[in-house]
């Protein structure tokens, strides 16, 4: 029994760092276009990601069975507490340590290493990497440059239709009333400042200003429409990171039987809910404005994109990563735009690159322990 609440400890905690370092990518191209802010961003992905979690599950069976170990591993390691709970706390750990240093990686890349790391202290040679490598790493490694090549492309494709329909851009203009300190020679010294009030009028800087479009679409302002577009895309996003990263965690539950699959789906969401409106300030900086500076168009396209790669994978049971779309896409759009910060997106690869080997070290040593 003892066991049995580990395992559960460990996934809800593997649910929380998931929502850490996940919840926020959905909404990323909100906070960093200027759209809305940190708030209500996180506001909407949490609510958003919840109704994909609830929706996996009917929707994502394919996701379940794949992450349960099954073909990796021998089938009776599979339902072992144990090497489930040692899964979850390597994972786990990986993930919540990259969230607090704003590292958007990878929870289903932590996940794979985690049952590669316990399945090797469980069985040794037995793990089947023929398997992981045509099922885990594949769609891994390629997803990032698919993502890459449609935001490139629909970006491309979006703003040659603004430049053909003639839809124009305008920056704003700082007027108001700004104070100004004069000296007033009569008074004393600690009163001898007063406030001139005046009407003053001045270009700020480009980070400072937010880029509009002008026009009307039967009626409708252009620029509104686009943040309707540009919210509906997010909530689209953070409802497919829902509905494809709930099920690969579920499946860690299997081996509590008296556990049914919907408790555990809702007790995933808890966590993953919890997570992103806790800890996921970091990883919204990184993602929302360190990669590349973006307009409210240019988030729409690289949202579009991120969420039709993973609901389309989570259709086909494939084990795509909303990060390593995500983050692709964002590259993508700042390739096009040539201001991509190719420094920080180095950095967020080389934790892609160490995610699989940190998991895989964790979670041995963790089963190390639950087994001793």
């Not at 170990?69 to 709970?85: C, D, H, N, R």
């Not at 891994?140 to 124009?168: C, E, H, K």
């Not at 000296?183 to 001898?192: I, W």
């Not at 943040?227 to 539950?253: C, E, M, Q, W």
Request: charged share 10%.
């Amino acid at each position: 029994m003892s066991v049995l609440i580990i395992l559960f400890i460990t996934t809800c905690f593997l649910a929380y760092a998931n929502g850490a370092n996940d919840n926020f990518k959905g909404v990323a191209t909100l906070f960093g276009s200027g759209t809305t802010n940190y708030r209500r961003a996180i506001t909407w992905a949490t609510a958003t990601t919840f109704a994909g979690s609830v929706c996996s599950i009917f929707l994502a069976e394919k996701l379940l069975k794949n992450f349960t170990g099954k073909g990796l591993v021998p089938i009776e390691i599979t339902t072992s507490p144990i090497f489930l709970a040692a899964v979850a706390a390597g994972a786990g750990l990986t993930v919540i340590l990259t969230a607090i240093r704003g590292l958007p990686i990878s929870t289903t890349h932590a996940l794979v290493g985690g049952l590669v790391g316990s399945g090797f202290m469980a069985v040794g040679s037995q793990v089947n990497f023929g398997h992981l490598g045509k099922t885990f790493f594949i769609p891994l490694l390629v997803s990032p440059f698919i993502a890459v090549i449609l935001a490139y492309a629909v970006y491309w494709g979006f703003r040659s239709l603004r430049n053909y329909l003639g839809i124009t851009k305008e920056w704003c203009a700082c007027i108001g009333e700004t104070q100004d300190f004069v000296p007033v020679s009569h008074l004393p010294t600690e009163q001898a400042m007063s406030i001139q009030k005046s009407i003053d009028a001045n270009i700020d800087t480009q980070s400072n200003c937010q880029l509009h479009y002008t026009g009307n679409f039967f009626g409708i302002n252009l620029q509104k429409l686009l943040d309707i577009g540009h919210y509906i895309s997010a909530g689209i996003v953070s409802f497919a990171r829902g509905l494809n990263d709930t099920p690969k965690i579920v499946a860690l539950l299997i081996a509590i039987q008296g556990l049914s699959i919907k408790l555990g789906m809702i007790a995933v969401a808890v966590g993953m809910a919890a997570g992103g409106l806790l800890n996921a300030k970091r990883i919204a900086e990184t993602m929302g404005k360190k990669i590349t500076p973006m307009s409210h168009g240019q988030g729409f396209a690289a949202n579009i994109v991120t969420g039709f790669m993973v609901i389309f994978a989570s259709r086909l049971g494939v084990p795509v990563s909303t990060t390593h779309c995500s983050v692709g896409s964002l590259f993508g759009i700042g390739l096009i735009t040539a201001k991509a910060d190719k420094q920080v997106v180095t950095q967020i690869i080389l934790s892609w690159v160490s995610t699989l080997p940190v998991a895989a070290l964790s979670s041995g040593l963790f089963y190390w322990l639950f087994d001793s």
